[in-house]
């Protein structure tokens, strides 16, 4: 190998290009590696300077790594949607919109949905970044996948463009007149999720991307305001939508509301058949065609059956025949009337207090036809 660097270097020296040189040792029968080796410790010998010893390569990214950062911008967009819908809906629960009439159980049941995907996509989360810092942390030798550096462009300049955004709705709401408790509290709770995570991601840019080690301690405290902030909406969640026990007797009470109302038609039905309103509820089911108000007739917890009687037979009047009824049945939590829902809680059973309750209810008919 001496000999074919010292014939390199004679070569080189002669005027011959680099080229020429390879294909004459080619010729000689030395492979094109053996070539360039000798042309490289020829010029070395000549005075041209070593490159310096070359870094350790770094590892490509894997089909896991990819999946996990995908993995990880989907539960982001999960706990950005939860948090906007959880502040924007306790925003509106606190300070009601006089415009805007929101069904109380209908904002209830959305508040609750939003804490469900906070408890769920929120600690997902967490982890995923954790993994992530981890494994691309600054000592790391892997290289990031470019589909990550893509998708935190994108979530930082939406960030952004968030924040002006919200900023112009306030500017133009106090324009408008309109900047009420409500307005300030949603553009408050926008800005400042816009600001953490631009934090976050600014932070993850400066170690992963520019291998520059955060100030101690600045993702930690960014990870702990974000915690202290999903935690604050949840207790509030809790606190004006109710807690699951709440939720759970909201819905059994919408559903006694709801039997209470079909087992009333089941009752005029019966009168409308018979000419009379049936004495007991067993007479009720005793009708061939009334006999699918069993589920009606009964509590949805209890399962005993509602309380009814007859205030006043059906007798003529005004040229029609009407007789009243009574039903009663026991609720666990009270409706005001600002909560009530045609909806939900159908007819008279709209409003409603807790405990015992009954309402006096009219079967009207057509007039028997004179003979």
């Known amino acids: 190998m001496e000999a074919l660097t010292a014939y390199a ?26 070539a360039r080796q000798a042309l490289r410790e020829a010029l070395i010998g000549l005075g041209a300077p070593a490159a310096p010893a070359a870094t350790a390569a770094l590892q490509p990214s894997t089909a896991l790594d990819v999946g996990m950062s995908l993995f990880g911008f989907a539960l982001l967009a999960i706990v950005i949607w939860a948090m906007i819908h959880l502040g924007f809906n306790l925003a509106d629960q606190a300070f009601p919109d006089p415009l805007r009439k929101l069904e109380a159980r209908a904002l209830a049941r959305s508040i609750h949905s939003a804490m469900a995907a906070l408890l769920v996509a929120l600690p997902g989360y967490a982890l995923t970044m954790r993994w992530w810092f981890a494994r691309y942390g600054a000592a790391a030798k892997r290289r990031e996948p470019a589909v990550t550096r893509w998708f935190t462009y994108g979530v930082l300049l939406c960030a952004l463009l968030t924040m002006i955004g919200d900023l112009i709705a ?14 300030a ?3 408050a709770w926008l800005l400042w999720l816009a600001t953490l995570v631009i934090a976050l991601y600014g932070l993850e840019r400066r170690q992963l991307q520019y291998g520059r080690t955060p100030p101690r301690g600045a993702l930690p405290a960014v990870g702990a305001m974000a915690l202290l902030f999903a935690l604050a909406g949840f207790a509030l969640g809790l ?44 007479a ?40 009243r009824f009574e039903l009663c049945a026991n609720f ?29 209810l009219e079967a009207r008919l057509p007039a028997a036809p004179s003979r």
């Open 332 to 360: 666990d939590l009270a409706v005001p009337a600002s909560a009530a829902s045609p909806r939900s809680a159908p007819g008279p059973w709209q409003q409603h207090g807790a405990g015992h309750e009954c309402r006096a």
């Open 239 to 282: 606190r004006l939508a109710g807690t699951p026990a709440q939720a759970r007797a909201q819905a059994l009470d919408v559903e006694r509301a709801q039997r209470l109302t079909r087992l009333a038609d089941c009752v005029e039905r019966y009168a409308r058949d018979g000419g009379e309103l049936p004495a007991t509820l067993d």
């Open 284 to 323: 009720l089911l005793a009708s061939p065609r009334e006999a699918n108000c069993t589920a009606a007739m009964r509590d949805p917890l209890t399962q005993r059956a509602f309380d009814y009687r007859v205030l006043a037979p059906m007798h003529e009047s005004g040229g029609r025949r009407s007789g």
């Open 9 to 34: 270097a004679e070569r080189l020296r002669a005027g011959a290009a680099r080229e020429q040189i390879e294909s004459e040792l080619a010729l000689l029968g030395w492979s094109p590696e053996q």
């Open 185 to 187: 509290l949603k553009a």
């Open 170 to 183: 306030v500017v133009y709401a106090m324009l408008q007149g309109e900047a009420t408790m409500r307005f």
